[in-house]
């Protein structure tokens, strides 16, 4: 797909920093995972366009695909590096609580999108774990 990158980063300068999308535009993630966040986040019309693009380079092969646990912990890693020490969510990360309770910490300390997406993972892991 022609201006890829400008449409991606036109996106990106909509989204407000705290956004798992936005984190992964930022950091050069892989099309899928961006276009998994962009939809877990209700960005649609960026997980639509980028639904395309990957169809369209469909011919080439596909980087391998992290697992959920690894992509999770790696956005997690990144969300402490931003949070104060006083933040229950980030005291809850530290002592490596479940998913479930960083997701309660950050619902309760306003970090919707983080909650969201640790609350999603929670649940994916347990379908996982019951297949």
Known sequence: ???????????????????LTAQAIDRGAVLEEISQLATMERVHQL??????AEQEEGRTPKPK????????????????AGLPDTSRTARAIDRNATWEEISECASEEGMGSMAAMMFEAEQEKTREASA
Request: net charge negative.
């Open 65 to 80: 695909e992290v697992d959920l646990e690894t992509r999770i912990n790696h956005q997690v890693k990144e969300l402490r």
């Open 1 to 19: 797909m022609k201006n890829l990158s400008a449409i991606i980063e036109g996106y990106r300068h909509h989204l407000p920093g705290d956004s």
């Open 47 to 52: 997980a639509a366009i980028l639904f395309e």
